[in-house]
Every structure is written in C-alpha cells, then in structure tokens.
C-alpha cells in the first residue's frame, strides 16, 4: 500500500516550456487510485511559479457571474496536476480525470478521461448520519448536485493562473473568460515528504490538549514509498499511509523497538499508537508556507471528533 495510493502519485503536471496539447499526454501515472512510488527526477511546471508541481488543491471559494457561491458542508472538491498531461480530483463528490496543459499564467482542460479507481485499502467505517458526500436529505443531495455542475462548468477550456498569499496561506485562482472564479487553497505542497513533522498536540471535539512531553522526539517521516517511520516519544515506529484527495489515513502501526522512558512519555507513546491503530479517515492540510500540519477526522457530526496538530522541522 503507498502513502501515495490514491492521490498521492501527485507528481508535476507538465514540462517547463512552451505550452503542451492537451491531447498528448498518457493515460496513466499518478492520481486518485493509482500507486506512487518515488518519481525519476520531477520536472516543474511553469504555471503560477511552479505551485501546481506536486500538489493538491482544496477547494475554498467559488464566483460565478459576481456571485459567491457557499459551498455544501458535505462537499469535498479537490484538483491535483499531474506530469502524465491529466488533472484529477473531484467536482465536490463526483471524480474526475481530465487531460490537461500549464504554461506561465494559464491552464488548458481538454478531454474528459474516465477516473481512476480509489484506493483498495480503506479506512475504518464512516459513523452513521450525514456526513462527507453523505447529505441527510433530498434537499441537501441537491444543493451538492447543483453545486458540482457550477464547479464542472468553470473547470473546462482555458482559464487563467494567478497567485495570492494573505496571512500565510497559498490561494491559487483560476478563472474562465467570463471571469468566473475558482479559489484553491494548498492542502499539501512538493516538500510534504521532504519535512518531518513534529506532533505538537491532540485535539478531541473543539480542544486541543496538553503539550506533548516528548517533544521533538515525536514525529513522523512520511516517504513516497508509502511507509511512515518516525518516533512516538520512546519507542520507534512504522506504519502505512494512504492519501486520497484531501483524505488520509494509517494502517499497521507498530513499535520497531523495545525502550521504556518516563512515566508520561510511555503513556501519550500509547494513546497515539491506539489512535493510530484506529485507522481514522482524516482530512489534512499541509501548507508549505506556515510549516504546519493538522489532520482532522472527517465527521458529519461532531465535525471534529479526533485531531493531530504538527510543526515542520529539518528532516535529519
């Protein structure tokens, strides 16, 4: 299974250089479903200085006409670029897959491709009740539907790139001819496997607990391979991670190693390790520019229910 099982071959979406045919392009490489292993050397694209290289977009905002669309509570929109010439993701439920092309300023949408298949690892049961892509009613099934019809029919031909940085946060926009907006927001950037991520705290419902006693000696080391190594404060450990869309999840964590420590340490050692063990389906956001991390996971009611909070550090 790979960290990388689903979205996570989110590799560069084209070439540096003029602007490819959407029409060229294979049919095959990363996306939602497809394995990711560690890439040859990966090109970066020239599109918006390079944001779109290796990465996967939230979508936050949607414009149509001067209008400000609100978007469903259940919806999950996402776009990944890849360097197969392909753009995946989901209009707010619905996958899709198309081929596409970057240059400096402007993304071209061609042909609709059939979505790849999702990961054949899967987390544990969603509760039951409303929740992701799950509405509890008629009316809510149709607000999603319309919603991802207004999301489809920007996201088509060609649109424009431009970049902005408020408080911290990339926000990618893409807009049509007709000045329709789709405002993206970075969940995770190319240096995601290049960081080793601190775990500062644990969240349940709407707060956030107590420092962690291990400190630095906490953190997890995601690899494209699809392994995870890292420290839970005494003991090493591993485990597997799987990311599609904006959703992650652990398998098979394990101790690799055999050492006892101060009372506290070994007790939050064991409380992450179950929580882990749980296999929870996360959403995660992962921003290159404020080196931080949160994994949250994904629950129509409580909206939080469990939580993960990490810093960046160097990767020794």
């Given at each position: 299974m790979s960290v990388v099982a689903a979205v996570t071959a989110l590799v560069v979406l084209a070439g540096c250089g003029g602007e490819p045919d959407p029409g060229g392009g294979?049919?095959?490489?990363?996306?939602?479903?497809?394995?990711?292993?560690?890439?040859?050397?990966?090109k970066r694209p020239p599109g918006a200085g390079g944001l779109l290289s290796d990465g996967v977009w939230k979508l936050r905002g949607v414009t149509v006409r001067g209008r400000e669309e609100s978007l469903p509570p259940e919806a999950r929109a996402w776009v990944a670029l890849h360097d197969d010439g392909t753009?995946?993701?989901d209009?707010?439920?619905?996958?899709?897959?198309k081929k596409a092309a970057v240059a400096a300023a402007r993304l071209r949408l061609g042909e609709e491709l059939a979505p790849l298949p999702p990961p054949t690892?899967?987390?544990?049961?969603?509760?039951?009740?409303?929740?992701?892509?799950?509405?509890?009613?008629?009316?809510?099934?149709?607000?999603?539907?319309?919603?991802?019809?207004?999301?489809?029919?920007?996201?088509?031909g060609?649109?424009?790139?431009?970049?902005?940085?408020?408080?911290?946060?990339?926000?990618?926009?893409?807009?049509?001819?007709?000045?329709?907006?789709?405002?993206?927001v970075q969940a995770r950037g190319d240096d995601f496997f290049k960081r080793r991520?601190?775990?500062?705290?644990?969240?349940?419902?709407?707060?956030?607990?107590?420092?962690?006693?291990?400190?630095?000696?906490?953190?997890?080391?995601?690899?494209?391979?699809?392994?995870?190594?890292?420290?839970?404060?005494?003991?090493?450990?591993t485990a597997e991670a799987t990311f599609s869309g904006l959703h992650m999840f652990f398998r098979e964590p394990v101790l690799t190693t055999d050492r006892r420590c101060g009372r506290q340490v070994m007790v939050e050692e064991a409380d992450i390790l179950k929580t882990l063990?749980?296999?929870?389906?996360?959403?995660?956001?992962?921003?290159?520019?404020?080196?931080?991390m949160t994994l949250t996971e994904d629950l129509g009611f409580p909206s939080v229910e469990t939580g993960l909070m990490f810093s960046a550090l160097r990767r020794r």
């Open positions: 294979t049919e095959g490489g990363g996306s939602a479903g497809a394995s990711a292993a560690a890439s040859p050397v990966k753009a995946t993701g209009y707010g439920c619905r996958p899709f897959r690892a899967s987390p544990a049961a969603p509760v039951e009740g409303p929740g992701p892509c799950q509405p509890d009613s008629a009316a809510g099934e149709k607000e999603l539907t319309d919603f991802e019809k207004k999301v489809e029919k920007v996201f088509q060609k649109l424009s790139l431009s970049q902005e940085r408020p408080h911290g946060e990339t926000l990618l926009h893409l807009r049509n001819p007709l000045g329709d907006d789709l405002t993206f991520w601190n775990l500062q705290a644990v969240t349940v419902y709407d707060g956030v607990g107590p420092d962690l006693a291990a400190g630095e000696q906490l953190y997890f080391d995601f690899h494209e391979n699809g392994e995870v190594t890292g420290k839970l404060g005494c003991n090493d450990f063990k749980k296999s929870l389906r996360y959403t995660y956001a992962a921003q290159s520019g404020r080196g931080s």
